[in-house]
């Protein structure tokens, strides 16, 4: 299975596609795996390729993770992610629209390693993403394997 650097879990496809660009027009080129749901995002974490592999093997470095998903809610992902010895280490970067001091607090009660809401502002938008993607793949450090 090809190695998946970072995972997009965003129903939004203008959010997919902005954060896509961005990561693009900052020469950003590690493989990003998009799902649209937390029932996918859960399926392609926990699940198996094609080969009956675990997708667990070689990656994500980081998942970006919106709240307010379709199916699974973004705070169910996180706490399957974070309650898994497989997965409990991956950095989770909750990305979204909601101000909310609940959703805030929950997250980082439940291992989220950052929480960004959304910028309206297409370029702050942009900024955010790159941030994003410089951070987490190339300047923070973790674990192999």
Known sequence: MATVEMLLVEDNPDDVELTLRALRKSNFTNPIRVLRDGAEALDYIFGADAAG?????????????????????GIEV???????????????????S??????????????????????VDFDQFNKAVTEIGLYWLLINQHPVG
């Open 53 to 73: 592999d675990p997708n667990l093997t070689g990656g994500p470095i980081v998942m970006l993770l919106d709240l307010k998903l379709p199916r699974i809610g």
């Open 78 to 96: 996180l706490r399957r992610v974070k309650s898994d010895p497989r997965t409990m280490t991956m950095p989770v970067v909750v990305m979204t």
């Open 98 to 119: 909601s101000r909310e001091d609940s959703d805030l607090r929950e997250t980082y009660k439940l291992g989220a390693n950052s929480y960004i809401v959304k910028p």
